[in-house]
């Protein structure tokens, strides 16, 4: 008779090979799979209590037309390692995982006690697949994360749900400016998203922030989706959907691009899947565009913003009864500038900041509590955007945060 693995036949396995790995996985698997794609939901390690359930109604949906329903189950964090090694071992283990703190992953000690990490195994480990942008409907109004676990009944079924065409509710991208921007956009994002600096640093603008990573590249790029493009015919900006399939991880990736056409092609200045470029940057950004002239140019190019504080290889600190300090800047003392823009990179991202200006000369500011903390370099500038959407740029600083 064939008897179920248990975490300890796999451990076992992984130590004896790979063959007998292999053999370890197949027995997983041999299980008549569920009719149901579960999804566990995992409270935070701060807290007893167990997170609010998700309505999911778009998986749920897309679950359906495959012939399965989505079950979802919340869990405390208290006790679930234990609740989550016990389902490996009866293979009954949970095809989605939920969760908005990463000490459910790796372990962690909070004010409410001592909490095990599910992936405090290394043999299960590589097991886990980060999900991307399509589970985001399960996630709180913390946010979190989303993985897959391949020894799960219904994997094979999950993953493909993760790997679904990516979607946009905003009309395509060619209906909203012309081919060449199009076609320019899409290889961008896809370079970008593969780690292809060759085909990036053709579409690249020479005043692009120094120091912009490329991201660990994709295994593979899927299809696009187009969510929006803005602009006239000196600036543009787009915000894209990208299916893709990676080392760990699966999903779609959100990416925005900026462009302008100082002459008579389009140059990518900035690509990034930074969360609040691509949301609240994004949000702001038709406003922004409905004060851009729809074709124009002047002779004049205004004049820069000037970086006031804090100076370079400085982190600005924070006055007394403040919690963050704050990144100041002079703005442009042109009256045609519509916007200020904000841009700091980071690793392989960066994070846009969209301000409209008061005054010619006014002050201008970023509380440094919007930033991650990531104790890596960091580059920052402001550009000044004037009405025909001509772009200066202030000098770059950076900083370690």
Request: aromatic share 10%; proline share 6%; net charge neutral.
């Amino acid at each position: 008779m064939i008897t179920k693995p248990t975490v300890a036949h796999i451990r076992r396995a992984a130590a004896a090979g790979g063959f007998t790995l292999v053999v370890a996985v197949s027995l997983l698997s041999s299980a008549a799979p569920a009719t149901a794609i579960r999804v566990w939901v995992v409270g935070s390690p701060y807290t007893d209590a167990a997170p609010e359930r998700p309505a999911a109604v778009r998986l749920s949906a897309a679950a359906s037309k495959r012939g399965y329903a989505l079950s979802v189950d919340t869990f405390p964090a208290r006790g679930f390692a234990a609740t989550f090694a016990d389902a490996v071992a009866r293979n009954n283990a949970p095809d989605v995982l939920v969760f908005d703190n990463f000490g459910v992953m790796d372990g962690i000690s909070t004010d409410v006690g001592r909490f095990d990490g599910i992936a405090s195994d290394p043999t299960l480990r590589p097991q886990f697949i980060k999900v991307t942008g399509v589970f985001d409907e399960l996630l709180g109004r913390a946010r979190g994360w989303t993985y897959l676990f391949a020894f799960s009944p219904n994997h094979a079924v999950a993953k493909s749900l993760a790997l679904s065409a990516p979607e946009c509710t905003s009309p395509d991208l060619a209906g909203q400016r012309s081919g060449d921007l199009g076609r320019v956009a899409i290889d961008s994002a896809s370079a970008y998203l593969t780690g292809d600096t060759i085909t990036l640093q053709g579409y690249s603008d020479p005043e692009r922030l120094p120091g912009a990573h490329l991201p660990r590249g994709a295994l593979s790029v899927g299809g696009f989706a187009s969510c929006g493009s803005w602009g006239n015919n000196r600036v543009a900006i787009v915000l894209m959907n990208g299916a893709y399939v990676a080392e760990g991880a699966v999903g779609e990736a959100r990416v925005l691009l900026v462009f302008r056409k100082p002459a008579s092609q389009w140059q990518l200045l900035v690509a990034t899947r930074d969360p609040l470029s691509t949301g609240e940057f994004v949000k702001n950004v038709p406003r922004f565009v409905a004060r851009l002239a729809p074709d124009a140019s002047t002779p004049l190019l205004p004049i820069p913003a000037t970086l006031t504080s804090p100076g370079t290889g400085r982190f600005p600190e924070a006055r007394r009864e403040q919690r963050f300090g704050t990144f100041t800047w002079r703005m442009s003392g042109s009256d045609d500038v519509v916007a200020d823009i904000a841009e700091f990179g980071y690793d392989d991202d960066e994070r846009l900041f969209l301000i409209q200006p008061t005054t010619p000369s006014g002050r201008g500011e970023i509380s440094a509590g919007q930033l991650w903390t990531t104790r890596r370099d960091w580059s920052w500038r402001v550009w000044s955007v004037s009405r025909s959407g001509d772009v200066v740029f202030s000098e770059w600083r950076t900083f370690v945060h």
